[in-house]
Structures are given as C-alpha cells and as structure tokens.
C-alpha cells in the first residue's frame, strides 16, 4: 500500500474507537498529517446517535509503526476555526441512559437506543427523538454560557440572552461543524448564565494520539473516564484488568498539548492508529467545570515513528513556556554556577538533563500521579522512590483533568533518556536557554 507525505482528514469515528475498523492512510513516517477536527463533549453529549463523549477523527496508520514503538506527534499549527460556541457545568437527566449517558443514550419514551434526532427551534428543549419527537438530550446546563471570538482568535466573549440566541439560530454556521460531522451544535440551547465575561485564547486539543487495542469510546480513553466502563450495563463493558492493558489515554485534556508540543503516544495496534480531536479555545488546569469550550479547528500535525521504545501512555514534551519552573532547561549562567559549586566541593561530573512530562490517569488524582510515577519509572528502568525525588527538585506534578489526568514532570538524565531511544527528540526541542 502506497504511504503519503500528506493525510488529509474530514471523516469522523460514531465515538467508538475500533482497532479492527479500517484506517485511514496511510501516512509515511515523517509525514503529516492535516485534519479538521469536529467540537468535543457538548455537541456529541447531546446527539445519541454518537456512542462517546467526542466525535473524534478516523484513524490514519502510520506506516512501519509496529506494536511496542511509539509515534512522537509535533503540533505544527492549530487554528480554531468556531465563531461561537457554547459550553458549562452539566447534570446527568436520569432515564435517558442505560448505565452510561456518554456511551448508551436512549429515548425516554420510544426506548430507541442511539436514536436519530431532529432540532426543533432552540433552547433547552430543542433536540428532540426523530422516532416519537419526545424531548432527548440526556445533559442539560447547571449553568452555562456561549462565548463568541474576534476575527483572530485572540480574546473572546460571554454573550446576553439576545446573542446567544441568535447564534442558536445558525448553529453549524457559528461554530463551523465540518461537513461529516453528525453532531447537534452545543449553541442550539442558547446559554446565557455568564454575560459579559472576557477570556484569552489559547487553543489545544483534548483528544491526541493512538488507538486502544480493543474498541473503546472515544471519550472514555482515559483512566478516569474508562473506569465506567468496568462491569457497565451496557454493550462496551470491559474488565479492569482490560482498561489498564488496552486504553492508550488519548483523551487528556491536557492544556499543554497545544501548537509547539509533542506527545510520544503508545503503539498498541499495527499502524499506531493516530486520531485527535475535542480542541478548545481555553481551559484553566483541571477542566474544573467538567467541560470547556468545545471548538472546531484546522490542526497540521507531524509524525514520527521511535522504534522500540515500548511505553505504556503518552509521554508529553511540552513548550519551554509551559514547563514547570523547575523544569525549565538550565541557562549557560546557571550551569556555571552549578559546575563552580561542583568544583569546589569535589564532585566532578554533573548531570546533563532535559524535561520530559510522563501523563499518568486514574478513576482520582491520587490514582493518576501514581500511575504517571509507575510508567516514568518503568520506561526508565528505574525506582519510583528516584522518580518522586527528581519531580520534587527538578519538576512538579500537574492536573490535567480532574477528576484524574496529571502530568509528572522533571529533568531526566541524558543517559536514560538515550538508554530508551529519547535523547535525539527530546534534546532537539530542549537546548540550553542563552
């Protein structure tokens, strides 16, 4: 099969991520690939034909990526392409689910599972089963908003009622909906409870990476979210002993994963499987809300095979910027310092270090950070104990979702990092600060 230089993507997944389904590409290591990617949770949590929380891009195969590589991803560009959209802190409306709102929505009435839908006007109402027209959406606002964006996707703002509404009337126009994309524009239901809120740009993406091994919803490849898949009601249950072994954590949430970073995702199936999506204009640490603002966008991605380097979920190389202050590379005046402190107390070899963020997740906080120490220390071949006091003096650890994505941060030495393959990726993005 002939590989691109180029992958062009358009074409979405119903919310399931299935290894046996076919992939698009494939795409020649070193190539990339270009994709306009769908707006995440709140449009897929309001169409139940979608069996996720996302409605994320189809798979492309990277060619020569084997099970047990990894495949460095680089953020070339993301531009978020949304007028409008709309987003807030949801509740679950019972009934209208079996087991799982995200993965298993039902008709209230008719009982169809993963009912078509139609929009009839707008507001809380508006998305209603085309089967029996009976009122369907299984989220409803808590307290929401619709933000618009100027014309450089610099600043946006919170709308009044009157705004609000007239973006529900246009929805897919506001918010640019790709053409193949099934989902109900989030704005259809008009939110207004923020008025006047101003708030920085900043996009990223909050799905990135490699398929799982066994078929999984999107939204749910996480150890977090998948921890509601163990022993669910419904017909994607798994087993915990399967969410640990098969989930590749391609949904983080992780603000850092925006233009200049590089995740280093896990290669579970042949072919690796890349998909990305759920982009948003802006998220503080933690998605405290439980969601944020769900976007559309145009993302230029390279890819890279690294053979043999067998890890468990993704590794992230985030922008100098986005560093924890400790982790930042030394200057040239700081390593003086530090190799004059060093003479004069005998020692006579210093470290040569570089970041590198391990995302570790679970069903809390507590259960990710000891994740994202197991599998620094196990790529290192190291002890957790040696990686708890380098995060503690070289590096910090991050909240990336609550309730359970984080990023373990710190400097690794050179020679670890070339033991593993990592040393040319990682220095190349890290050299000293002058």
Known sequence: MTAYETVFVNAFTDGILDPSEPMLGPVKDGGYIIANTTPGCWGPMLTPKLKGGHEVTKPVYVEGADVGDAIALTIESIRVTSIATASGNDKVIEGRYIGDPFVAAKCPQCGTLHPDTVIQGIGVDAIRCAHCGAEIAPFKFTHGYTIVFDEDRHIGVTLHKEGAEKVAHSGRFYMKTPENSIQNP????????????MARVRP???QFGTVPSIPFPDSHNAGDFGAALVDAPHDYRISEEDLIKHRTDGHMDINRVREGAVVIAPVKVKGGGVYLGDMHAMQGDGEIAGHTTDVSGIVTVKVQVI??????????LPNVEDLPFLSRPFTQEERKRAEALAEQ?????????????????????????????????QTFSVSVPEILNRATITGAIE????????????????????QVGLLQIVHSRYVYME
Do not use: C, M
Not at 186 to 197: C, I, M, N, S, Y
Not at 345 to 358: A, C, D, H, T, V
Not at 399 to 418: D, S
């Open 186 to 197: 989030v704005v259809t239901l008009a939110p207004h409870d923020l008025v006047g809120t």
């Open 204 to 206: 990223f993406l909050g």
């Open 307 to 316: 053979k043999g380097l067998r890890i468990d979920g993704p590794i992230l």
């Open 345 to 377: 107390w005998g020692l006579k070899e210093l470290e040569q270090s570089y970041p590198i963020s391990f995302v570790g997740t679970g069903k809390n906080l507590n259960e990710a950070t000891e994740n994202g120490l197991a599998r620094a220390a």
């Open 399 to 418: 909240i990336g979702r609550h309730p359970g994505v984080v990023t373990v941060t710190f400097l690794a030495p050179e020679p670890l990092l070339k």
